[in-house]
């Protein structure tokens, strides 16, 4: 019931595609690395090991697959992805542990991604999965907000290993754990998939946590 009223009153009060605040280079902050910080060490698993033989390749061989409720699935290399056109923000995190910093994020609109892959009439939502075994979940509504983006760079460099390379996702309207590091998997799907043993509502966090 908590999701659903949050999720209710941040829709009924922001304007669909209204942006999160941006700020200027001179308001960048230093920015923790918290959670999982290289799942080429700390995930003791085949996904642990197979983000350990892309990191040792520089992530030539990294791909991004997106699947699922679209009509052309397909997996986008890193080079494939900066090849589309992107988007620059400097935005605050705010995380669900009571910190706050603002970094400047570089990556493509994920909306751009979708369209590309051919969303399905019937599909309501983009799924995650990452190489630190997480899986979350957004509406499409955030999925095509123009801040949301698969983020490559970070303060004007690579994204660093430990801030989630070499994607990341930017949901800027969101709590901080719902900007999901490692990004090894997008699904869409036409019904609500709560991720199982490794989405965020099994471990006591809200699925929607606008701010």
Not at 7 to 24: D, M, N, S
Request: aromatic share 10%.
């Amino acid at each position: 019931m908590g999701d659903t009223f949050t999720y209710g009153v941040h829709r009924a009060l922001l304007p669909g595609q209204a942006l999160a605040k941006e700020y200027g280079l001179h308001d960048v902050t230093s920015f923790p690395a918290t959670g999982t910080t290289d799942p080429a060490v700390t995930v003791k698993s085949e996904i642990g090991e197979a983000y350990r033989r892309l990191q040792s390749g520089a992530f030539a061989d990294w791909r991004l697959p997106v699947e699922g409720s679209v009509a052309r699935p397909r997996a986008f290399s890193l080079a494939e992805l900066k090849q589309l056109p992107s988007r620059t923000q400097i935005t605050r995190h705010t995380c669900e542990e009571g910190w706050t910093a603002i970094g400047q994020w570089t990556g493509v609109p994920l909306g751009l991604v979708l369209e590309a892959a051919g969303i399905l009439p019937a599909a309501r939502f983009v799924v995650f999965h990452s190489y630190d075994d997480w899986v979350d979940s957004i509406d499409l509504l955030d999925a095509l907000h123009p801040q949301t983006i698969l983020a490559y760079g970070m303060n004007g460099r690579d994204l660093p290993i430990p801030h989630g390379a070499p994607v990341r996702l930017r949901v800027e309207r969101q709590i901080g754990y719902k900007s999901m590091k490692y990004l090894k998997r997008i699904v869409v799907t036409d019904t609500f998939d709560d991720g199982g043993k490794k989405g965020n509502i099994q471990n006591g966090w809200a699925w929607y946590n606008g701010i």
